[in-house]
């Protein structure tokens, strides 16, 4: 995402008042999708929210109207930007999105730049919607989980066949339309063994401009319940149980998850032949965003930041809830149709539950020596116990650890050599 440099920003100040910003990841036509990953969080949400049977959940026109209103009056800052997800968001139309683009133009402040970033799954896209997209600057994430057996081994239409050959015709449409795109690969059981295969086809043969890897990490009740990472069942595993692999007859975690370990190795895979010939010409979030917290500044990203929060969720009923990943009945805050988003943004309840991310922490992780770049990850994984029977540790923390550990000293090394102070991890005074 762009940034710019807006002369009426003066320090938290813009326009003579507060700077007030707030995220939302809009699902205009909710959990609805044209394709069936076996993986995908999303859809059961279908079930879970109670659509009602044959109706569009689409979003109304007037629904629509009232967020694109109340999302811009309740922020002051330079910059507002809209994200679009679904279910898969494309399925409503150029002319949906036309419609959102007037809108935004209708609310915008004079001296306000609106930004839009959309999610896809890339089967919809043909040239009308890359001149929609290029027209209006929208910044396009697109899933694509490697080579074409990788991609295809979950990413399957209704009929089951495999949606490759698609995607690659969006991302030659992309590069012909030069499309601001990102790329947002899933780290499963199977894309996990083989990081380089994903790694050097992301970056030779897509040509991504930015990787996004997103570990893919279900407990097997995940539709009906939503992650509580407080629980002290007896019957919680701990780390290293054997009834966290995925797999494994015993498993608590869909078949389809990567494990602790193997996403451990697959950053390390990706890390190296990154640092050894890559760094610089190829963008990968992750290892961008972690650099931060080796300096001494704050990782971008919430699943490695102190608090969650900053990014809550919107049905296309106008429900909201705390985040994308915890939207399930109690996580629901409120509607934008009987609520100010701005009250929903700075509610307790809101407020609570990204405080939770670092108040519940395991001694674990306040003892871990990387804990300032990894604060527990994401409250949606914690669903594990400590060795010695403490509840809340991330299922994926042996994975983080050992990728830490192993990269520690060449994040303190690319510091340096762009001579910037190393202000985290084992290796400052070296
Ligand atoms: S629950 Fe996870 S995805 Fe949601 S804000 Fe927190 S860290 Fe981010
Ligand atoms: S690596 Fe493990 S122990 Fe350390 S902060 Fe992350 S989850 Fe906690």
Redo the contacts with the bound molecule.
């Keep these: 995402m762009s940034t710019i440099l807006n002369s009426n920003v003066v320090n938290n100040n813009f326009n003579g008042k507060e700077i007030k910003r707030m995220h939302i990841m809009a699902k205009p036509i909710g959990a609805v999708c044209n394709i069936d990953c076996n993986y995908c969080y999303y859809l059961s949400k279908q079930g879970l929210l109670d659509y009602k049977k044959g109706c569009s959940p689409e979003i109304e026109d007037e629904t629509l109207e009232h967020y694109i209103r109340n999302y811009i009056t309740s922020q002051n800052a330079p910059q507002i930007i809209f994200s679009w997800q679904g279910g898969e968001p494309t399925l409503l139309g150029v002319d949906f999105f036309e419609r959102v683009v007037a809108l935004q133009d209708k609310y915008c402040p004079n001296n306000v730049e609106i930004l839009n970033d959309l999610q896809t799954n890339g089967t919809l896209i043909d040239d009308k919607w890359c001149q929609f997209l290029k027209r209006n600057n929208f910044l396009v994430g697109l899933s694509i989980d490697g080579p074409q057996m990788l991609h295809d081994s979950y990413r399957t239409n209704k009929s089951g066949r495999g949606t490759f050959n698609k995607v690659m015709k969006t991302v030659d449409l992309f590069h012909k339309h030069q499309i601001q795109f990102t790329t947002l690969t899933c780290v499963n059981n199977l894309t996990s063994r083989n990081p380089l295969e994903v790694y050097r086809f992301l970056r030779d043969e897509v040509r991504s401009p930015m990787m996004q890897f997103i570990p893919i990490v279900e407990k097997r009740d995940f539709r009906e319940f939503a992650p509580d990472s407080t629980n002290n069942n007896l019957l919680i595993p701990k780390q290293g149980d054997k009834s966290l692999i995925p797999g494994n007859s015993r498993s608590i975690v869909e078949p389809w998850c990567v494990s602790d370990v193997a996403w451990g190795n697959f950053l390390i895979a990706i890390f190296d032949e990154w640092y050894q010939k890559d760094i610089g010409r190829v963008h990968i979030q992750y290892f961008e965003a972690i650099l931060q917290a080796w300096s001494g500044r704050q990782n971008p ?3 490695l ?1 102190p608090v ?4 809550m969720a919107m049905e296309p009923n106008g429900d909201v809830y ?5 939207v399930y009945p109690e996580y629901k805050t409120g509607s934008i149709l009987e609520d100010d988003l701005e009250t929903l943004a700075y509610s307790s309840k809101q407020a609570m539950f ?1 405080l939770d ?1 670092i108040n519940q922490l395991p001694k674990k992780c306040q003892q871990c020596d990387y804990q300032f770049a990894c604060f527990g ?4 994984n914690r669903f594990i116990k400590t060795e010695n029977g403490e509840a809340g540790l991330n299922y994926l923390c042996a994975g983080w650890h050992k990728f830490f550990s192993h990269a520690d000293k060449d994040f303190s090394q690319i510091l340096r050599t762009l001579k910037q102070p190393v202000a985290n991890g084992k290796y400052t005074h070296v």
């Design positions: 990203m919430c699943t930041g969650c929060g900053k990014g705390t985040c994308d990943h915890f990204g991310k990850e994401c409250p949606k």
